[in-house]
Antibody
Framework: QVKLVESGGGVVQPGRSLRLSCAAS????????MHWVRQAPGKGLEWVAV????????YYTDSVKGRFSISRDNSKNTLSLQMNSLRADDSALYYC?????????????WGQGTLVAVSS | SYVLAQPPSVSVAPGKTATITCGGN??????VHWYQQKPGQAPVLVIY???GRPSGIPERFSGSNSGNTATLTISRVEAGDEADYYC???????????FGGGTKLTVL
């Protein structure tokens, strides 16, 4: 069965960096796009970024463009999110999520999330 | 950027039908997907490509999409359906995935 396990969250000061990882199993990782989606406490879902199956195309929500970088290692079935210049409004539960099918446009499996808190 | 509008809350009695709407400019030309999120849990895909049901999702869940409104319908609502529901599209003009603000379904 599909399993997505996020790690790397924690408390970090504004302006610092953090790297999230997601270990994937139970499916052919190299065949699917992968998303990061976040959810601030008590708020709705916010899409962050996506990378296509081979890592050659990446898309970001406007608020993280230039600060966050999504990447994948298909040899290790791992998805990453490098987060730089963190701000208080980046505080959220970050979900790793698998794209459904060959397109990027929807998500069929989610991890349980890793919590990021940006605070001085 | 593309915006999806959902009512913040919907209430329904057990056994009745719940209707949750998702409004967007010409949303009928896009594929709409719906997620259910219960407290403390990750979201679950309940409807994809307007009206498809993933494996394991009860037939009580159905979807439609036309014009400027997509709709998630839950028939014979049960207490276990109480959750937040989010609609979602892929905006190909910006290559962004977009979520609606979410609707909290309360079963009375």
């Amino acid at each position: 069965q599909v399993k997505l396990v996020e790690s790397g969250g924690g408390v970090v000061q504004p302006g610092r960096s953090l790297r999230l990882s997601c270990a994937a199993s139970g499916f052919t990782f190299s065949s699917y796009g992968m998303h990061w989606v976040r959810q601030a406490p008590g708020k709705g879902l916010e899409w962050v970024a996506v990378v296509i199956y081979d890592g050659t195309k990446k898309y970001y929500t406007d608020s993280v463009k230039g600060r966050f970088s999504i990447s994948r290692d298909n040899s290790k079935n791992t998805l990453s999110l490098q987060m730089n210049s963190l701000r208080a409004d980046d505080s959220a539960l970050y979900y790793c999520a698998k794209a459904e099918g060959q397109l990027l446009e929807t998500i069929d499996f989610w991890g349980q999330g890793t919590l990021v808190a940006v605070s001085s | 950027s593309y915006v999806l509008a959902q009512p913040p809350s919907v209430s329904v009695a057990p056994g009745k039908t719940a209707t949750i709407t998702c409004g967007g400019n010409n949303i009928g030309s896009k594929n709409v997907h719906w997620y259910q999120q219960k407290p403390g849990q990750a979201p679950v895909l309940v409807i994809y490509y307007d009206r498809g049901r993933p494996s394991g999702i009860p037939e009580r869940f159905s979807g439609s999409n036309s014009g400027n409104t997509a709709t998630l319908t839950i028939s014979r609502v049960e207490a276990g359906d109480e959750a937040d529901y989010y609609c979602q599209v892929w905006d190909s003009s910006s290559d962004h995935l977009v979520f609606g603000g979410g609707t909290k379904l309360t079963v009375l």
